[in-house]
């Protein structure tokens, strides 16, 4: 199991973990966090899983794809450690992960 922190909006941190090979988005719900909406169910058509990552691999701080990179466009609140939470598929090297859930658009 990967060890990760979730902050929710109005801070508070959550220690949850998450298996190899599901993404952050599944991981978040699973853990019951109800903030993390995710109405498209991970299909990379909406921005309702927006995070900002504030501790990981420098890949995961930046998107990784252009549809992603367009989807944030359309928040207002994208910073440059941005993501969407079902773009980021977990493993090892993500151990220790801390993201906070962005607020809603």
Do not use: W
């Amino acid at each position: 199991m990967i060890k990760l922190t979730v902050k929710t909006r109005d801070g508070e941190a959550h220690a949850i973990e998450g298996r190899s090979g599901h993404t952050l988005m599944e991981t978040i719900r699973k853990a019951d966090i109800d903030e993390l909406v995710a109405l498209c169910g991970g299909s990379c058509s909406c921005a309702t899983c927006h995070v900002f990552v504030e501790a990981g691999p420098s890949e995961v701080q930046t998107p990784a794809g252009e549809d992603e990179d367009d989807l944030l466009d359309s928040s207002d609140y994208r910073a440059g450690n941005s993501r969407l939470s079902c773009q980021i598929v977990l493993d090892e090297s993500l151990e220790g992960l801390v993201v906070q859930i962005a607020p809603e658009s």
